[in-house]
Every structure is written in C-alpha cells, then in structure tokens.
C-alpha cells in the first residue's frame, strides 16, 4: 500500500480522491494532487505541521474544485 502522506488523515483524503479519479505526482517536499478536467493541481505537503492544515487542505478541495464531484460527506 502507497503512502502519499505522513499524516493517517491526509492520507486517507487523498486516497479519496484518487478513488473519484484525481492523480498524484509526488515531489520532493510536496506532492501535486490534479484533476483532469482542471487545469490546476493543488500542491500536498508530505509532512503537514499545522494543527489547522487538514481543516484547510479540504476547504481548499471544497471551493475551489467543487465541480469534481467530491462532497464533503465523502470526505
């Protein structure tokens, strides 16, 4: 099983995500999470720190890629 993140709750966020059609590139630091019909990926630390960061990492896929199909309930 891939780790995309060292955080259970991110991970578990992204591979969502995954599941709903998105892709990942992983980078150095950060990974790149994208959307085929977006043109813009949204960048993934791989070691999150903030205590709020999961809270704004899915506000962040909420509104401003809410035509992609994810509810919050999936998440």
């Known amino acids: 099983m891939r780790k995309y993140c060292s955080n ?9 995500l995954l599941r709903h059609g998105w892709g990942y590139q ?3 630091k950060h990974g790149k999470l994208t959307h085929p019909s977006l043109s813009r990926p949204i960048t ?3 070691s ?8 704004r990492f899915k506000q962040t896929i909420l509104s401003t890629h809410n ?3 994810v509810t919050k309930i999936q998440m």
Request: aromatic share 4%.
């Open 8 to 16: 259970k709750d991110f991970d578990l966020v992204i591979r969502c």
């Open 26 to 28: 992983r980078g150095g």
């Open 44 to 46: 993934v630390s791989i």
């Open 48 to 55: 999150p720190s903030g205590r709020r960061s999961l809270q």
């Open 67 to 69: 035509c992609t199909g």
